[in-house]
């Protein structure tokens, strides 16, 4: 049975639209956009989320601890589960918060730092090799209750698709440009509702297909 191991933030663990800060949300199974690929996929594959509010592709966060840094939780993903024969990684919103100080290339920097970490001779070797599709997740709009965190974000996030694109050419993995299949929430300018979640997850699936 093939495995699919999506790595990635809030918009890969499900986090609807934040409407009160205080409280945790998360869309069930069938809504969430890794569920909505695997069931397009079809019966014979597994699916492994590993999705994480707050996870940046290679920072320490401040305020939020050092466990959102997605450069050791994807070691340990690749050690915990497996083998995987796709991962998916859909990173850099995040790492567009004005805390981080970033310009686009800086999150491309870290999105490749992960890459480079999954081509590894250890991990592919340990897994009997992956492909890995790169999402670039759609730009932010720096509207709603969490506008004052992505304070700058949203010019930085607007040029990342093409970067994007380069480094899945240059690291000859598979490349989807969420922008252009949905947009964020205008409720908070940073997350999915149910409708681009579905649209996300069955353009996920036409990619994987493809890859392989």
Excluded at 127 to 137: D, N, Y
Excluded at 173 to 200: N, R, T, Y
Aim: proline share 8%; aromatic share 6%.
């Amino acid at each position: 049975m093939p495995v699919l191991l999506t790595f990635g933030d809030s918009n890969t663990h499900g986090t609807p639209p934040i409407i009160d800060r205080a409280e945790y949300r998360r869309f069930g199974p069938g809504i969430r956009w890794p569920t909505v690929t695997q069931a397009a996929l079809g019966a014979g594959w597994d699916l492994v989320e590993e999705g994480l509010p707050g996870r940046t592709a290679q920072y320490d966060d401040p305020v939020m601890g050092a466990i959102m840094n997605g450069r050791p939780a994807l070691r340990m993903a690749l050690q915990s589960h497996g083998p995987i024969d796709v991962m998916t990684l859909m990173l850099g919103t995040n790492d567009v918060k004005t805390r981080f100080a970033t310009s686009p290339e800086q999150v491309v920097a870290g999105v490749a730092g992960l890459i480079d970490v999954a081509q590894s001779l250890e991990y592919q070797t340990r897994h009997g090799g992956f492909r890995i599709l790169l999402i670039c997740p759609p730009p932010v709009v720096e509207t709603g209750p969490i506008r004052l965190e992505f304070w700058g974000g949203a010019a930085r996030s607007q040029a990342l698709a093409p970067l994007y694109a380069d480094l899945a050419q240059s690291r000859g993995v598979g490349f989807l440009d969420a922008g252009q299949v949905i947009s964020v929430s205008p409720v908070d300018g940073v997350h999915f509702d149910e409708s681009a979640h579905a649209k996300l997850g069955h353009a996920v699936a036409d990619a994987i297909k493809a890859l392989i």
